[in-house]
């Protein structure tokens, strides 16, 4: 089988097979590494002392993981993938896990071992069956939620603002309560609808963070504009869509933000694939100073604000826009996020 493509395991028994294929072999320093045949057992020798780990496989890992109590239960937590926020929360929750991706952590006390392998890659990927928060359409949800972080919402409210339905607004609330992403405030009564607040900003961002990819969000045409500066830039392209308002993002909009750095492109979200016939300039394949993206889902456009007269993306679609924009773009995204005023 090839290892280039992503492979997504669908049973227990194919998470060990893959498992102890790929670690039957492996050496680690004062360690002795054994796979059993039994499918739930990994015997570890160090210093002559021997350890036996209770395999427990997990093919949808959740924050619901942390409830496994910690390496001296004796358990190693085993997925096809763990995210980086997850994996940092069970390290500091001392809980043994693995996936197939290369990430292995073991805390072993008696005697006292450390193993902390960082994954090189992503070959392997958890089923889908749950509820995707991070899917295109969902991601409205969060836009809200991280961009009014102190606010209360109740789910008629959040369905109305995200354009969302009411059975998918509540389906992605449970999801994110589970995840501990979503905290409840008020309980629901016959007079009154419960309410939620976000339990933890920057956990929901690195894990949002970790799934998206900004060039599949959409299509993105590239124009070459001469003689401009990105100010003139965005107000020409303002003026050829007139009423169809674009929403600037990336550097342009950063820098209206929290200035860093010079812009080299002008980037902006507009509604309808149509409204690029109205910009009269050149398109090129690379290297374009004016960058129009059309988002497959709106959402992109949802939670804008006006700063000197331009429509910008909110914060943290900003953010996430220059993590993937090449150049300068990722050190603008930390200091954009540092910021004080970041997603407020």
């Known amino acids: 089988m090839a290892l280039s493509k992503t492979v997504t395991l669908q049973s227990p028994s194919d ?5 102890s294929q790929l670690y039957r072999e492996e050496e680690f320093p004062r360690i002795q590494w054994r796979p059993s045949a039994s499918q739930t057992e990994i015997r570890i020798e160090s210093a002559g002392v021997k350890r036996l780990l209770t395999v427990e496989p997990n093919l949808h890992p959740s924050r ?12 190693l937590i085993l997925a096809p993938s ?9 390290r500091i929750a001392g809980i043994n896990h693995a996936d197939l991706n290369g990430r ?7 005697p006292p071992l450390l193993i902390d392998r960082q994954p090189t890659g992503k070959r392997f990927a958890n089923p889908t069956s749950e509820l995707d928060v991070f899917a295109l359409k969902s991601t409205r949800l969060l836009r809200i939620v991280l961009s009014t972080r102190d606010e209360l919402w109740t789910q008629a ?4 603002r995200s354009g969302l339905s009411r059975g998918l607004v509540s389906r992605l609330v449970r999801t994110l309560v589970a995840g501990g992403y979503l905290k409840p405030e008020t309980p629901a009564t016959r007079r009154q609808a419960g309410t939620w607040r976000l339990a933890d900003f920057d956990r929901l961002l ?23 500066n990105p100010e003139q830039t965005a107000r020409k392209l303002q003026g050829w869509l007139g009423a169809s308002v674009p929403v600037f993002t990336q550097w342009f909009a950063a820098n209206l933000r929290q200035a860093y750095t010079d812009t080299p492109v002008v980037s902006a979200y507009v509604g309808e694939a149509s409204e690029l ?18 988002p497959h889902d709106d959402g992109p456009l949802r939670e804008a604000r006006e700063v ?22 990722p050190d603008h995204a930390q200091v954009l996020r540092q910021w004080s005023g970041f997603a407020r």
Do not use: H, M
């Not at 998470?15 to 498992?19: G, Q, V, Y």
């Not at 292995?104 to 008696?110: D, G």
């Open 15 to 19: 998470l060990w097979l893959k498992f």
């Open 64 to 75: 619901r993981l942390l409830d496994a109590g910690d390496a001296e239960d004796g358990r």
């Open 82 to 90: 763990l995210g980086e926020p997850l994996a940092r929360d069970l």
């Open 104 to 110: 292995l952590y073991l805390n072993l006390e008696s």
């Open 157 to 160: 409210a959040l369905a109305e």
């Open 206 to 228: 690195d894990a949002w963070r970790e799934r998206d990819n900004w060039l599949a969000r959409g299509r993105l045409v590239q124009y070459s504009v001469l003689g401009e």
């Open 277 to 294: 016939n109205r910009i009269p300039a050149r398109t090129v394949p690379t290297g374009g100073n004016l960058w129009v993206i059309v």
């Open 308 to 329: 000197d007269g331009f429509r910008l993306a909110c914060d943290v679609q900003i953010y996430l826009d220059l993590l993937g924009a090449g150049g300068r773009g």
